[in-house]
């Protein structure tokens, strides 16, 4: 069994290389969901949905989030109240958040939804919540013209405000009474090899690491752990992981990314234009893996979940 840590669309685009190198049913994906936002009423889950829509072969993936094909009807009627539409929601997507919200709403926890979805749409990997408790990653910025600090959900950070102010701090609310949803940390303890996808070290990974007991397993098995930076010559891929790590008193490069997993990574897989960090990196006692990270597409994401694979064998 491989099991995978992972965010966003970065992971998604991995796992999507992933699945197509090795049995789906061999693999475990625990997912952040410290980014999870109540809008009208709806629990919306963006990460389990990019990691499940893009598994399905459904996701839109030049936007990298939501549903390919998609339309936004309901989001223009809704444009006419009084309520938020800064978050794009897609016809189809709404009708994945609906049918976890009423099941929520029946009692279901979030890991047993989690899995009815991923069935639902044909998904064989088995995808995790980090946590069934709510767990919501808040970002105090500084506010251009006060300099006083503002306390936002991370999607108005994100999405809202587009990641332009300057990030003072990060926080996962809840974090210090949440627990590993069902099955995480069996996962952990009983794979073959875990992988940290290449998402944001403190959007994506970091709330999974905090959640009691996760970075403990990890810790206990770090010879089968490898991480993939997310980061290409000091910048990321895609989204805010530059604006974001320094207020969390890491350094915006790949030895940052193993800055940040010193403790239970034994490899760290960067990209081969980062050559040069490998000293860097070693001298905090991770190995230095280069290879091609950037993937443009299922072929490249397929190698680099290959490279990955072969570091895991014993
Ligand atoms: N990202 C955006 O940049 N703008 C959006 O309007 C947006 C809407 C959205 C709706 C559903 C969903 O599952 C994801 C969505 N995302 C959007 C992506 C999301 O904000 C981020 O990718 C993750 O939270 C970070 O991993």
Wanted: glycine share 8%; charged share 25%; net charge negative.
């Amino acid at each position: 069994m491989i099991v995978a840590l992972a965010g966003g669309v970065g992971a998604a685009k991995f796992l999507q290389g992933l699945v197509r190198a090795i049995d789906p049913a061999e693999i475990t994906v625990i997912v952040n969901t410290g980014d999870d936002i109540t809008l009208y009423g709806l629990h919306i889950s963006p990460d389990l949905d990019s990691v499940t829509y893009t598994l399905a072969d459904a996701n839109d993936s030049d936007r990298g989030w939501g549903l390919a094909h998609e339309t936004f009807r309901c989001l223009e009627h809704l444009a006419r109240y009084p309520v938020p539409s800064w978050f794009q929601l897609g016809d189809g997507d709404l009708a994945t958040h609906l049918f976890r919200t009423s099941r929520l709403a029946e009692g279901a926890r979030l890991s047993e939804v989690t899995a009815e979805i991923a069935e639902a749409w044909g998904v064989g990997a088995r995808i995790l919540p980090m946590t069934d408790d709510k767990v919501t990653t808040r970002v105090v910025i500084e506010e251009a013209g006060t300099g006083r600090g503002m306390d936002l959900h991370f999607q108005e950070y994100f999405v809202e405000r587009q990641a332009q102010d300057p990030v003072r701090e990060i926080n996962y609310e809840g974090v210090e009474v949440a627990d590993p949803a069902p099955g995480v940390i069996d996962a952990i303890e009983s794979a073959d090899g875990i992988i940290l996808c290449p998402s944001n070290p403190v959007a994506s990974i970091g709330p999974i690491l905090a959640i009691d007991g996760i970075r403990e397993a990890l810790q206990q098995f770090s010879n089968k752990v490898v991480a993939i930076s997310p980061l290409i010559r000091d910048a990321p891929v895609k989204g805010p992981a530059d604006r974001m790590m320094p207020a969390a008193g890491l350094e915006v490069s790949a030895a940052g990314i193993a800055d940040a997993y010193r403790d239970f990574i034994h490899t760290l897989v960067i990209d081969f234009a980062d050559e040069s960090k490998v000293p860097e990196i070693e001298a905090l006692e991770v190995e230095a893996a280069p290879a091609q990270t950037l993937m443009r597409g299922v072929p490249q994401a397929k190698a680099l979940a290959k490279t990955v694979l072969r570091l895991l064998e014993p």
